[in-house]
């Protein structure tokens, strides 16, 4: 009698795909927002274990087999839905952000250093011209990663 790999991969592979968005890709802004590294991952695993399951339902297997395969394919589905939960539901019910600027309001005075440990001023920016011409506007990028 041989192994049902395929159930048995895309189970692990659903475990890997689950586990990595926490220890990995949260890391990086892109996975973070949208988890499409996972739900790739998550796809392989459903094909694998739509596979496994086919194989496992053929007339000459045993009961046993059917048994483990179908709680291995729904574990994996369950652990899919934990992420889409995760992701897509639990996100939504993080509180908005009352005191951030919203865009077209004009941003409050603050003062920051440059690369050259020197202070600067959004008001500085504004009224310094810049090619012998006013500036029109400053735009701010907010970074939320790390140096």
């Given at each position: 009698?041989?192994?049902?790999?395929?159930?048995?991969?895309?189970?692990?592979?659903?475990?890997?795909?689950?586990?990595?968005?926490?220890?990995?890709?949260?890391?990086?802004?892109v996975p973070r927002e949208?988890?499409?590294?996972?739900?790739?991952?998550?796809?392989?695993?459903?094909?694998?274990?739509?596979?496994?399951?086919?194989?496992?339902?053929?007339?000459?297997?045993?009961?046993?087999?059917?048994?483990?395969?179908?709680?291995?394919?729904?574990?994996?589905?369950?652990?899919?839905a934990g992420l889409l939960?995760?992701?897509?539901?639990?996100?939504?019910?993080?509180?908005?952000?009352?005191?951030?600027?919203?865009?077209g309001q004009k941003a409050?005075?603050?003062?920051?250093?440059?690369?050259?440990?020197?202070?600067?001023?959004?008001?500085?920016?504004?009224?310094?011209?810049?090619?012998?011409?006013?500036?029109?506007?400053?735009?701010?990028?907010?970074?939320?990663?790390?140096?």
């Open positions: 009698m041989r192994i049902n790999w395929k159930i048995w991969a895309g189970f692990l592979l659903s475990l890997v795909a689950l586990l990595s968005y926490p220890f990995l890709f949260v890391r990086w802004p949208f988890p499409c590294a996972n739900l790739i991952l998550f796809a392989i695993a459903m094909v694998l274990l739509i596979l496994g399951l086919r194989r496992a339902f053929k007339p000459d297997k045993r009961i046993v087999s059917k048994i483990f395969s179908s709680l291995a394919a729904a574990f994996g589905v369950l652990l899919l939960f995760m992701i897509f539901v639990m996100g939504s019910w993080l509180p908005r952000s009352i005191g951030a600027p919203q865009v409050p005075d603050f003062t920051l250093t440059d690369s050259n440990d020197k202070p600067v001023t959004l008001a500085q920016l504004l009224s310094e011209p810049i090619d012998n011409k006013p500036p029109k506007g400053v735009l701010l990028i907010f970074y939320r990663g790390y140096w």
